[in-house]
């Protein structure tokens, strides 16, 4: 209804100004890139927005333009799509056109392999815009923009070497503390954690260590992994320990990413150290 309307119009204003020839008449619009921002980032991907600003200098208001689009990541082609409009600018006006685009870091990721790890991309975007009006209805207008946009990272372990935090005539507890730093600009769970404890060599205990803790985004959290071992189980499981006055163990943490695109990357760590035995 709305180009119906615009052709009317436009049909009474050539035949006011006949005499001269349409493309005098009609005024090519000015377009430009106004700006592209990050709408929203989590931890599966993010939404881009871009604004494309349309200043119509006829005078007579002109449809909006239907733009063809397309994303570029490292120079190669990644998804592309169309927009239409139903909306038209005044005499003289100008409006702004937003463009949004979603990236999936799992599908970023999948088809770039080599950029994990890196922080970030490069990004293009290339668009084609067309005007449905008579004189320049087959005129394609480009316009182009570049960026960078985060990727997400692993988040970077510290570990404490374990401490005695428990001793009795019945066994011993271990205290181990790890802290996690999250450079991601979204905030990520903490870390699943599966640890396996061997004393002289002997498998003891396995546990599974799930924080409820967020870590905001370029920030750090802290986490504290306890675990007991009583010396009736050492015994019976490493007899030559009896007389020790110390027992070997190596401490084995099996840590998952927390971010599903990077789910199939994961951080072992074995970290040994003794036991004290009382006697």
């Known amino acids: 209804m709305k180009r119906i309307q615009f052709y009317l119009v436009f049909f009474l204003f050539i035949t006011i100004t006949s005499c001269e020839s349409l493309s005098s008449v009609i005024q090519e619009p000015r377009l430009s890139f106004k700006s592209v921002e990050i709408d929203r980032?989590?931890?599966?991907?993010?939404?881009?927005?871009?604004?494309?600003?349309?200043?119509?200098?006829?005078?007579?208001?002109?449809?909006?333009?239907?733009?063809?689009?397309?994303?570029?990541?490292?120079?190669?082609?990644?998804?592309?799509?169309?927009?239409?409009?139903?909306?038209?600018?005044?005499?003289?006006?100008?409006?702004?056109?937003?463009?949004?685009?979603?990236?999936?870091?799992?599908?970023?990721?999948?088809?770039?392999?080599?950029?994990?790890?890196?922080?970030?991309?490069?990004?293009?975007?290339?668009?084609?815009?067309?005007?449905?009006?008579?004189?320049?209805?087959?005129?394609?207008?480009?316009?182009?923009?570049?960026?960078?946009?985060?990727?997400?990272?692993?988040?970077?372990?510290?570990?404490?070497?374990?401490?005695?935090?428990?001793?009795?005539?019945?066994?011993?507890?271990?205290a181990f503390d790890i802290n996690v730093e999250n450079p991601n600009r979204f905030p990520i769970p903490f870390p699943v954690i599966n640890w396996d404890l061997e004393v002289g060599g002997v498998p003891m205990l396995r546990n599974r260590f799930t924080g409820s803790e967020t870590i905001a985004a370029e920030a750090s959290g802290a986490a504290t992994i306890s675990m007991g071992v009583a010396y009736a189980d050492i015994f019976r499981a490493v007899s030559s320990l009896r007389n020790a006055r110390e027992a070997p163990f190596r401490l084995t943490l099996d840590i998952a990413s927390p971010i599903p695109a990077l789910s199939s990357l994961s951080n072992i760590v074995t970290i040994p150290g003794a036991l004290p035995i009382l006697r």
Request: hydrophobic share 45%; proline share 7%.
């Open 41 to 174: 980032i989590s931890l599966t991907g993010m939404d881009l927005i871009a604004n494309i600003e349309i200043e119509n200098r006829n005078g007579f208001s002109i449809p909006l333009p239907k733009i063809d689009w397309e994303l570029f990541i490292n120079d190669s082609p990644f998804i592309q799509g169309v927009l239409h409009n139903e909306r038209s600018i005044s005499s003289r006006g100008k409006d702004t056109v937003s463009l949004p685009l979603s990236l999936t870091y799992e599908g970023v990721l999948n088809s770039f392999a080599s950029m994990i790890g890196t922080g970030e991309a490069a990004y293009q975007i290339a668009l084609g815009i067309t005007f449905p009006i008579p004189v320049i209805e087959q005129k394609i207008y480009r316009l182009d923009f570049s960026g960078v946009i985060p990727l997400p990272q692993l988040p970077k372990l510290n570990f404490q070497a374990p401490r005695v935090a428990r001793i009795d005539l019945l066994g011993v507890e271990l």
